[in-house]
């Protein structure tokens, strides 16, 4: 499945001018941990924010958020 990621180091702090990178994986949350090259969980706070996850489909579109433990 087709991903969009956009990477962070803590909430006010977007890696490549909060570009979205394509990257190919099973789930949002292989494709952050992709994107980043760390473990991720699924929520937690703002100052620890690594990923947002777009995905894309021919009827929706969900962002998933993805930070450190």
Do not use: W
Not at 17 to 29: D, F, L, M, P, R
Not at 37 to 60: D, I, P
């Amino acid at each position: 499945m087709e991903f969009y990621v956009q990477r962070y180091s803590g909430a006010d702090n977007p890696i490549n001018n909060g570009k979205y990178e394509k990257v190919i994986a099973a789930s949002a949350k292989e494709a952050a941990e992709k994107a980043c090259g760390e473990s991720l969980f699924e929520g937690g706070h703002l100052a620890h924010l690594r990923a947002v996850v777009k995905t894309v489909s021919l009827q929706s579109c969900a962002l998933s958020f993805f930070a450190l433990p």
